[in-house]
């Protein structure tokens, strides 16, 4: 079964409790975490998974990793850092990390962040409380909500309580529910009454980016051995130059004396 978080933004009263709870359950640094806040243009960092933001006067809706159906992430890693578990979250693996930061460049949500202030740093973001998932709790940040803008469940389920909300208040939501189709489908999905671009949502495609990585990953592989190759084989082509060098070089100082 897919898990999938439902947040209804006109349930949301920007309390931020959903926050304070996603750093104090992933042992997070709350001082650096407000710090990094007023720091980040979207409130993001490594050390603040999750944020609230407003989308409208009166309109906060929170934003963090959208754990994708068909994560461009996933795709764009070269050592299976990153994966898509059966239960729904995107989690990450710091023992196979190569620093390459493909993951920040591929999201189309501008959402892995990097621990820029670490001599060893690593990729950090919301990995929706993975081991209490799989121990048969609910994320954090679901359990901290006191109004009920955070539901944890099923996709499939979630999927169709939204649909079903937004169409028996046709006056008060916007018919749409955010991450039903883009990108391939999230698992974090949306209702609102309030159009969301203030989160940054990109444009709305129905098309995965893993099909427009996952080409160039595949292949890259072979173009580093390719690129091994060369430089092997220049190093190769100046050696034997010095070298050839060197031999005339010795030639001559052995026919003048």
Known sequence: MTNSILIDTTKCTG???????????????????DIDRAQTEDGLSSNRWANIQKVADD???????????????????????????????VVYDPTKCIGCRYCMLACPFHIPRYEWENAVPYMRKCDMCFERVQQGGKPACVDACPNGALVFGSRKELLQKAQEIVAANGSTYIPHVWGETEFGGTSVLYISDEDLSALG???????AIPGLTEPLISKTPFIGLGVATCLLSVNWIVRRRMKLAGEIDNHEVERND
């Open 15 to 33: 309390c931020e409790r959903c926050v304070a709870a996603c750093i104090d359950a992933n042992k997070l640094d709350p001082h650096k975490a």
């Open 201 to 207: 949502w990109p444009e709305p495609q129905t098309a």
């Open 59 to 89: 309109r906060f809706a929170r934003k963090s990793c959208m754990h994708c159906l068909e994560p461009s992430c996933v795709s764009a890693c070269l050592v299976g850092g990153i994966t898509k578990t059966p239960e729904g979250p």
